[in-house]
């Protein structure tokens, strides 16, 4: 029996030293790619800058549309709010040129970079205006950009239920862009690996991308993603060491490419770190965070901000090993008086090392803290959009209240007007019944109680509105009213500015007046700021808000 387990070893034994000589080999291209990451960056911004130079010479919006597009894929996983900017000012050239086509777009670029900066709300709100019937030639890309925001929205999820929806929707819009890629295109076949993926075909998966992944050019950003798939389908396989190679493809992909929005390395630094290899787990985490703030993807630096002090502790503790095992060596040394000399050499050589690794450790600290500080800051403006919503559905409450009783009163008295016409035609009055058309006197009622209505609704909702608004004015052209008025016209029409009803045009309406005369009144009270006019509709906004 032992001479057949030692035969099996014999025969085997070149195949495992040929895997770990592999492996080792891509972990040290790993390394090198990493420390030239100044000449890929360099690579990087050269080729923005060509592209910025030939926004000087373009002469069309077209022209200008193809560069802005251009420069929106380049910054598209290498910074955020620069990507984001090129989506706008694509969509603002599209919409210059009318060109359905061009404007969807570069709202699904805009939606899609919204996603990756945390901003869900506005990236559905643009998606949601998206007409994707009137140019069906990028409802793949629709679908797709709207799966990848629910799946991003899954991570962030309060409750499992919400989770579960998201992650539902996920699901429904990659199966709906499945079909509307062209077959055997690069999009079609990637949503077909994750469908198969998703059916626990994993067998199918590796076959249909590890064919596909040798015919993906070097330059190709698609080329990372792909090996990533490949690398969770053997992760389901629990095939460990082709997950890890195929984890370290991709990370070499991202980091050639100077993609700063990734997912394989910092995969790859917690598997080594399970594997106790700390120090590259460090080194890649440590990357990983820098590459996340610096291209501001909000949902990646939140993942990284839970791994990192697991991976960060377990460095201290093995800095910790290291100086146990620093002194128990110089007392080792001091007994043995004749290596006192190559002690103190080799003990000169480890705290220098110690004293990098504590720069590094203060360093990673001081990240931490920036980061810690920006999620502070994103929390602290969800609560004020929550607050916000508050207010809204509290004025929505109040005013869908008093609409359906101002409603029931009105049809009561148009019922009660009717009578009363009824009556004097019944009568014969014909010229009675004609002075009663033709008199504005019910209307002028009706309105008088309608704006009277309005204002005590509003003075309900915001009780010291009038006040903090002349607070707002010089103390010689605060607004005072007249006895037995609640409001007056400069007052209603920065009431309904606050309601969140800006336009004049509908303000005009609103109040019965001229676009003019509104305009002129805005103005007016404008000019009467205390602080600069600029701002003074925005600080009329916050009147009475939780969000001052």
């Known amino acids: 029996m032992l001479k057949f387990w030692t035969t099996i070893l014999v025969a085997f034994s070149p195949l495992f030293l040929f895997s770990q000589v592999e492996m080792d080999s891509l972990l040290n291209e790993l390394?090198?790619?990493?420390?030239?990451s100044e000449l890929y960056h360099s690579r990087k911004e050269g080729e923005i800058n060509k592209l910025r130079s030939l926004l000087k010479l373009t002469s069309t919006q077209v022209q200008k549309y193809e560069i802005y597009e251009k420069l929106y894929g380049e910054y598209k996983f290498y910074q955020s709010d620069s990507a984001l900017s090129y989506a706008k000012k694509s969509m603002k050239i599209a919409t210059q040129l009318n060109d359905l086509a061009k404007i969807n777009t570069s709202k699904l670029n805009l939606?899609?970079?919204?996603?990756?900066?945390g901003m869900y709300k506005e990236a559905t709100d643009v998606l949601n205006k998206i007409n994707i019937n009137a140019t069906p030639e990028i409802k793949g890309a629709y679908f797709g950009v709207c799966s990848t925001l629910y799946l991003s929205m899954a991570d962030f999820a309060a409750t499992s239920q919400e989770k579960d929806n998201y992650l539902r929707l996920t699901q429904q819009y990659r199966d709906s862009s499945y079909y509307f890629y062209p077959k055997n295109s690069e999009p079609f076949i990637i949503h077909h690996s994750n469908k198969l993926f998703q059916n626990k075909k994993y067998d199918e998966t590796i076959a249909l991308l590890s064919d596909y992944f040798s015919k993906i050019n070097q330059n190709n950003p698609d080329k990372a993603v792909v090996a990533y798939i490949i690398s969770q389908a053997y992760l389901r396989k629990n095939d460990y060491e082709l997950e890890k190679k195929w984890l370290i493809l991709s990370a070499i992909s991202d980091l050639q490419l100077e993609k700063k929005e990734y997912i394989s390395l910092r995969s790859l630094a917690y598997m080594l770190y399970e594997e106790g290899d700390i120090d590259r787990a460090y080194k890649y985490t440590k990357r990983t965070l820098e590459d996340a703030l610096f291209c501001n993807a909000r949902l990646r630096t939140f993942e990284i901000s839970k791994?990192?002090?697991i991976i960060?502790?377990?460095?201290?503790?093995?800095?910790?090993?290291?100086?146990?095992?620093?002194?128990?060596?110089?007392?080792?040394?001091?007994?043995?008086?004749?290596?006192?000399?190559?002690?103190?050499?080799?003990?000169?050589?480890?705290?220098?090392k110690l004293s990098k690794a504590k720069k590094e450790i203060s360093s990673t600290n001081a990240q931490l803290i920036t980061l810690n500080n920006e999620l502070n800051l994103f929390n602290e403006k969800l609560n004020e959009t929550n607050n916000t919503l508050k207010e809204a559905n509290l004025v929505k409450e109040i005013y869908i209240g008093r609409y359906m009783d101002q409603c029931s009163v009105y049809i009561s008295k148009l019922d009660e007007y009717r009578r009363k016409l009824n009556v004097i035609v019944t009568s014969g009055k014909t010229a009675e019944l004609v002075k009663l058309i033709k008199s504005k006197e019910f209307i002028e009622e009706e309105l008088k109680d309608f704006y009277h209505n309005f204002d005590k609704t509003f003075l309900l909702l915001f009780p010291d509105f009038i006040e903090e608004f002349n607070s707002l004015l010089t103390d010689a052209d605060d607004i005072k009213l007249k006895q037995g008025e609640l409001m007056n016209t400069e007052l209603r029409i920065f009431a309904l500015i606050r309601l969140g009803i800006s336009d004049s045009v509908k303000i005009a309406e609103f109040l019965r007046y001229s676009l003019s005369t509104i305009y002129n009144y805005r103005t007016k009270l404008r000019n009467k700021a205390v602080g600069p006019r600029d701002e003074f509709e925005a600080n009329v906004m916050r009147i009475g808000s939780t969000n001052k």
């Open 312 to 352: 960060n502790d377990a460095y201290q503790k093995q800095n910790d090993t290291n100086r146990k095992q620093l002194v128990v060596f110089l007392v080792c040394v001091s007994i043995l008086s004749l290596f006192l000399m190559a002690v103190l050499f080799l003990l000169f050589r480890q705290m220098k």
């Open 111 to 117: 939606s899609s970079t919204m996603g990756t900066l």
């Open 31 to 36: 390394d090198n790619t990493l420390d030239k």
């Open 307 to 309: 791994m990192m002090p």
